[in-house]
């Protein structure tokens, strides 16, 4: 855990230094992470990107926002939204945000997101002309990640997915914790250790990231974000083929998962670049 502060830390002087924050917005960004109320944390976003003046509109329970010159709606009752959506490189992800995903952002040729959730990383790749695959189970969270992808993107930078990535083509329930808190999450994995509030569970289609990206079409080098609630080892089941065209892997695992995890992807010359709590980076070494 201190490991991870000193990174994060290091980080955020940094950012203050090249002036990608004020100070009262990273220190605003640094108190809201050490708060656990749900409510109050909302505030803390809110208050952000109100002093930003990156509200453009409010249409009942929806914000139209403008933030670091990047256009999103989001749901004002779901503080996740904010968190990682427009403030996903502030108070989301910052570290993975800025420590890899833009390192590799202007090196990159295509992104592929799966667990997309309302665009937090998606809308920034194709913004920025990467060819982005936007993959997303959640129908209420992929409806936000489509219209976040169209006011940002060219039509031919992205391909928005509203299905599920896993080991093989099936039906399965998805399960969708209580959105009381605004914790909008949702796993296909039943007994998630993070969700002991299911509150619905809806049938999706699953399908194996080989069936549904056409590796041909893909150009290197490639990221590849895998954020999926603990149904990661069967999202790199499914992909096999498309692992042989892939530099860089983003993926959240922990617990037994992640010693899988590291096995399956070494069986591809993946081997870990950097990590930071349960998100781990993983390069392609050359033989």
């Known amino acids: ?30 108190l809201s992470r050490e708060i656990q109320n749900e409510e109050a944390v909302s505030k803390i976003y809110l208050k952000i990107i109100y002093e930003r003046g990156s509200v453009i509109a409010e249409r009942g329970d929806l914000l139209y ?3 670091d010159n990047l256009k999103w709606i989001i749901r004002k009752n779901i503080y996740m939204d904010l968190k990682f959506g427009p403030l996903l490189c502030l ?36 913004n920025k002309g990467v ?30 997915l509203g299905i599920a990535a896993g080991g093989k083509r099936e039906r399965r329930l998805l399960n969708i914790p209580c ?24 049938e999706v289609e699953v399908y194996p990231l080989d069936s549904i990206i056409d590796t041909e079409k893909i150009r290197p080098p490639v990221l590849l974000k895998i954020d999926v609630e603990g149904f990661e080892i069967e999202v790199i089941r499914g992909a096999k083929r498309l692992l042989q065209k892939v530099d860089y892997i983003m993926i959240e695992t922990s617990g037994t998962n992640r010693r899988i995890v590291d096995k399956l992807l ?7 670049a950097d990590n930071y709590k349960s998100y781990l980076l993983y390069e392609r070494m050359t033989p």
């Open 266 to 272: 070494s069986n591809f010359n993946f081997k870990v």
């Open 91 to 126: 108070v989301g992800e910052p570290y993975q945000c800025w420590t890899w995903f833009r390192k590799y952002l202007d090196m990159i040729e295509g992104f592929i997101d799966v667990g997309a959730y309302i665009g937090g990383y998606s809308v920034r790749a194709c």
């Open 65 to 67: 926002l403008n933030y």
């Open 131 to 160: 060819h982005t695959y936007a993959i997303e189970a959640n129908p209420e969270n992929a409806r936000f990640l489509s219209k976040n992808l169209d006011m940002n993107c060219d039509n031919s930078a992205f391909s928005f």
């Open 179 to 202: 959105s009381k808190d605004g914790y909008l999450t949702s796993s296909l994995v039943e007994h998630h250790q993070e969700h002991d509030d299911i509150a619905r569970q809806i």
């Open 1 to 30: 855990m201190l490991r991870d502060m000193v990174k994060v830390s290091k980080l955020l002087i940094n950012l203050i230094s090249e002036g990608h924050y004020d100070l009262e917005e990273l220190l605003l960004g640094l």
